[in-house]
């Protein structure tokens, strides 16, 4: 089922928007752009270039080369991920800035965990396509299976 899916995907991106992203292919108006993961406060921490369905919220931090008010756009495309048609805009969140704004901070979470595959985040500014990031979102392994040793059978005399 595409549309519950689709729906959680919005939800995670519609949760928050504020400024920043990973980075991708630059062109124009954009000097930075990266995608991270939360830190300990709750907010961007460092710049991440994969995730597991289990990171909530994943943010997207852009940085324009600009203090002038500015409309950035990010779209959030599924590139391979199972049940969605690969090249489906799965979100698209819009912030205008303010003059002497220069940075936007988008996150969202979906309302369980992310689906696994391959995602790309495309960044517009001023209606253009400045930023372009692609970034996979893998299956999340439990914590026991690292430390996991099988125990040896005992021996009988």
């Known amino acids: 089922m595409i549309f519950p899916r689709i729906f959680l995907l919005l939800i995670f991106l519609a949760a928050g928007i504020s400024a920043q992203m990973p980075e991708p292919t ?5 000097s930075e752009v990266y995608l991270a993961k939360a830190d300990e406060e709750g907010t961007a ?7 597991l369905i289990t990171d909530s919220p994943i943010f997207c931090v852009v940085t324009l080369a600009s203090l002038e008010p ?9 590139v391979n991920v199972r ?3 690969g090249g ?26 992310w689906v696994a595959g391959v995602y790309r985040a495309d960044i ?3 209606g253009k396509r400045s930023a372009s990031i ?4 893998r299956p999340a392994t439990p914590a026991a299976a690292n430390s996991f040793a099988p125990k040896r059978p005992s021996r009988k005399n």
């Open 26 to 30: 630059l062109d124009g108006p954009i």
């Open 45 to 51: 921490g460092d710049e991440a270039n994969e995730f």
């Open 70 to 78: 500015a409309e950035v756009r990010m779209d959030l495309i599924a």
């Open 83 to 85: 049940g969605v048609k």
């Open 88 to 113: 489906t805009r799965v979100v698209s969140t819009t912030y205008k800035t303010r003059p002497g704004e220069n940075r936007v901070n988008f996150s969202g979470s979906p309302a369980g965990n």
């Open 124 to 126: 517009f500014v001023g």
């Open 134 to 137: 692609e970034f996979p979102i």
